[in-house]
């Protein structure tokens, strides 16, 4: 592939959640790697990690650090897929339901990107994330040359 503006969608063979919209997982331009904000749903069962349900099959409650690991195993699937890892990383995204969270997701976050010169990062408050996601995480990588 050269440099120039080709796109070319990443085929992701290990398990990941199916998207809830007509996107791919993740798209290749030139050297860059541009991944779709991923969840926290287990890619066998389709259920968001770390969340409990009323009798109604609502959301009762969620645990933050639970859901931040599933988007982080399920970010890490896409970039093996494309045969990256976290060290690629240059940029990401972090939207939360409740900024009240970022300390706990912090936590998690830390424990996977404790190397030097991790990517940049911002984290905003979003309402309404799909499904029954309280936190989702896009970013994006590079190739090396």
Known sequence: MSDKSVREAIQVKDPVPSPLGN????VRAGNLLYVSGQGCRDPHTGTEAGITLDSNGKVSSYDIKVQTEGCLKNLERVLKAAGLSFHDLVDMTIFLA??????AYNEVYTRYFSFPNPPARTTIQAAGLPGRNFIEIKAIAVFPN
């Open 98 to 103: 409740d900024m009240q969270d970022f300390s």
């Open 23 to 26: 996107y791919s997982h993740a």
